[in-house]
C-alpha cells in the first residue's frame, strides 16, 4: 500500500473515534491570523502593539464577592488603572478594553475582541475565594494548560460557569460543559504555540507582585479558562487575590492597594515588553 494509502486508512480510523470522545468546540483549532504574522514577520516581528485587557466577570455576572465588595467591581477599577498606567508611558501601545463599564460580556467575545485587533498580549484580571477558609490569601497568575492540582481545576470551573448565563450557551460551546473535568482540561490543548511566552510574562507578573507589592505569591498555574481558550497571542489571567480572605478584600478594595497591583502588573509588562523587543 503507498504511504499516501496508509494515512487515508489512518484517518478513516481514528477520526471517528475523536469524535466519540472530543467536543465539538474543542476539535476547532484556533483561527491563524497568518496575514497579521506575515506584516509583523517583515517588519518588527517582537514589538509589543495592541494589548487587550479584560476585567472579568461585570453586569448580571458578580463573580465571587467579600463581606462587602463584589470582584466585578474590583476587576474593573484595576484594569481601568493599569490601563491607565500603560497609555501614560507607553503612548504608542494601543490599550483596548473588553468592557469599560458594569456590563456582561460573554466569555467567548473577550477573547474574540483581542483576536479581532491582532493584539500582541491578553490579560485577564481576576479576584479568587476559597470555599474552605478565609485565611487563604495570594496572588497567582493562570496561563491555559493542564491542570496540576484539584484547586486549579476548582478555579477554572467556577470562572468556566460563567457561560451558563450566556444566551444559547449550548450552542455557542457546542456541547461544553464547564463541570467535565475531561473537556476542561481539553482546553489545554490548545494555545500551545503562545506556551512559552504566556509563563514567561506569568512569572514576570508573579515575580513584581512579591517585589513591588509585597504581596505572597502563590506562583504560576495551569487550568483550562475558555477566556483564554482561543486568543492567539500570549495570555495570562491574574487572580489578584481572595475576596473570601477580610485583609485581602480591604487591601484590593483601597486605593493604595489597587494603586500597587495595578503598578506591579505594569512593571511586569513593562519588563516582558522590552525583552521581547529586544531579543534577536
Same mark, same amino acid.
Given at each position: 500500500?503507498?504511504?499516501?494509502?496508509? +494515512?487515508?486508512?489512518?484517518?478513516? !480510523? +481514528?477520526? @471517528?473515534?475523536?469524535?466519540?470522545?472530543?467536543?465539538?468546540? !474543542?476539535?476547532?483549532? @484556533?483561527?491563524?491570523?497568518?496575514?497579521?504574522?506575515?506584516?509583523?514577520?517583515?517588519?518588527?516581528?517582537?514589538?509589543?502593539?495592541?494589548?487587550?485587557?479584560?476585567?472579568? =466577570?461585570? &453586569?448580571?455576572?458578580?463573580?465571587?464577592?467579600?463581606?462587602?465588595?463584589?470582584?466585578?467591581? +474590583?476587576?474593573?477599577?484595576?484594569?481601568?488603572?493599569?490601563?491607565?498606567?500603560?497609555? /501614560?508611558?507607553?503612548?504608542?501601545?494601543?490599550?483596548?478594553?473588553?468592557?469599560?463599564?458594569?456590563?456582561?460580556?460573554?466569555?467567548?467575545?473577550?477573547?474574540?475582541?483581542?483576536?479581532?485587533?491582532?493584539?500582541?498580549?491578553?490579560?485577564?484580571? =481576576?479576584? #479568587?475565594?476559597?470555599?474552605?477558609?478565609?485565611?487563604?490569601?495570594?496572588?497567582?497568575?493562570?496561563? *491555559? &494548560?493542564? =491542570?496540576?492540582?484539584?484547586?486549579? *481545576?476548582?478555579?477554572?470551573?467556577?470562572?468556566?460557569?460563567?457561560?451558563?448565563?450566556?444566551?444559547?450557551?449550548?450552542?455557542?460551546?457546542?456541547?461544553?460543559? @464547564? #463541570?467535565?473535568?475531561?473537556?476542561?482540561?481539553?482546553?489545554? #490543548?490548545?494555545?500551545?504555540?503562545?506556551?512559552? /511566552?504566556?509563563?514567561?510574562?506569568?512569572?514576570?507578573?508573579?515575580?513584581?507582585?512579591? !517585589?513591588?507589592?509585597?504581596?505572597?505569591? #502563590? &506562583?504560576? %498555574?495551569?487550568?483550562?479558562?475558555?477566556? !483564554?481558550?482561543?486568543?492567539?497571542?500570549? /495570555? +495570562?489571567?491574574?487572580?489578584?487575590?481572595?475576596?473570601?480572605?477580610?485583609?485581602?478584600?480591604?487591601? *484590593?478594595?483601597?486605593?493604595?492597594?489597587?494603586?500597587?497591583?495595578?503598578?506591579?502588573?505594569?512593571?511586569?509588562?513593562?519588563?516582558? %515588553?522590552?525583552?521581547?523587543?529586544?531579543?534577536?
Amino acid at each position: 500500500m503507498s504511504t499516501h494509502g496508509i +494515512v487515508t486508512t489512518l484517518a478513516i !480510523l +481514528v477520526l @471517528p473515534l475523536l469524535a466519540l470522545t472530543t467536543p465539538d468546540a !474543542l476539535l476547532q483549532a @484556533p483561527p491563524q491570523d497568518t496575514t497579521r504574522q506575515a506584516s509583523q514577520a517583515q517588519a518588527a516581528p517582537n514589538q509589543v502593539r495592541t494589548i487587550v485587557l479584560d476585567a472579568g =466577570h461585570g &453586569g448580571k455576572d458578580p463573580g465571587t464577592h467579600g463581606r462587602y465588595a463584589k470582584e466585578k467591581t +474590583v476587576n474593573l477599577e484595576l484594569i481601568l488603572l493599569l490601563g491607565r498606567k500603560i497609555k /501614560s508611558r507607553h503612548p504608542n501601545v494601543r490599550v483596548i478594553y473588553t468592557r469599560t463599564t458594569d456590563h456582561f460580556v460573554d466569555l467567548y467575545e473577550r477573547g474574540a475582541i483581542a483576536n479581532r485587533n491582532k493584539a500582541d498580549l491578553f490579560i485577564s484580571i =481576576h479576584c #479568587n475565594a476559597s470555599p474552605s477558609s478565609s485565611k487563604v490569601y495570594g496572588t497567582e497568575t493562570y496561563t *491555559l &494548560g493542564l =491542570h496540576r492540582t484539584q484547586s486549579n *481545576l476548582d478555579v477554572a470551573r467556577r470562572e468556566n460557569a460563567v457561560i451558563l448565563q450566556e444566551k444559547n450557551y449550548q450552542q455557542t460551546y457546542k456541547g461544553f460543559d @464547564p #463541570n467535565s473535568p475531561l473537556a476542561t482540561i481539553m482546553l489545554a #490543548n490548545y494555545q500551545h504555540a503562545f506556551m512559552e /511566552s504566556s509563563i514567561n510574562f506569568a512569572e514576570k507578573i508573579e515575580r513584581s507582585f512579591r !517585589l513591588n507589592a509585597n504581596r505572597k505569591s #502563590n &506562583g504560576v %498555574k495551569q487550568a483550562g479558562f475558555i477566556v !483564554l481558550w482561543k486568543t492567539t497571542m500570549p /495570555s +495570562v489571567l491574574i487572580e489578584t487575590g481572595y475576596m473570601s480572605n477580610r485583609e485581602e478584600e480591604d487591601y *484590593l478594595r483601597s486605593e493604595d492597594g489597587q494603586e500597587e497591583m495595578a503598578d506591579a502588573i505594569y512593571k511586569a509588562f513593562a519588563r516582558y %515588553k522590552e525583552e521581547i523587543e529586544t531579543a534577536e
